[in-house]
């Protein structure tokens, strides 16, 4: 897919060329748990979204996001299965984002073979 072609999609199944090309940043938003116990794509940044709980907080998860990408940046939202990317994605998209959702997550990832890697909170 082209960066116009996956831009123009909400709801995309990721592929390894995808994922390796560059083409998107790629923001990981489950809990450090999380990352710990499954790894994470490599060179995705880390971003909890939702807490521990399902809280959250839109003012911070925003700043931090600015830290990464601008609205015009593309970014790929990745969870465990999409559920939560979802509804950021959703929300993001309807305040002028250029986000998707990469649907499936790391469990979709994980069921074709692609290898995430272990999180390094010093990164």
Known sequence: M???EISNAIHIRPTQEMLESGIMKIIDIRTEGEWRQTGIVPGS????FFDDFGNYDIDKFLEEYHKI???ETLVG???RTGSR???VTNFL???GYNAVNLDGGVFYLGSIGYDLVPY???R
């Open 45 to 48: 940044h880390t971003l909890t």
């Open 2 to 4: 082209t960066p116009e």
């Open 93 to 95: 998209r309807q305040n």
């Open 85 to 87: 990317t979802r509804m």
């Open 77 to 79: 939202l990745i969870c």
């Open 69 to 71: 990408a601008d609205k």
């Open 120 to 122: 390094n909170p010093s």
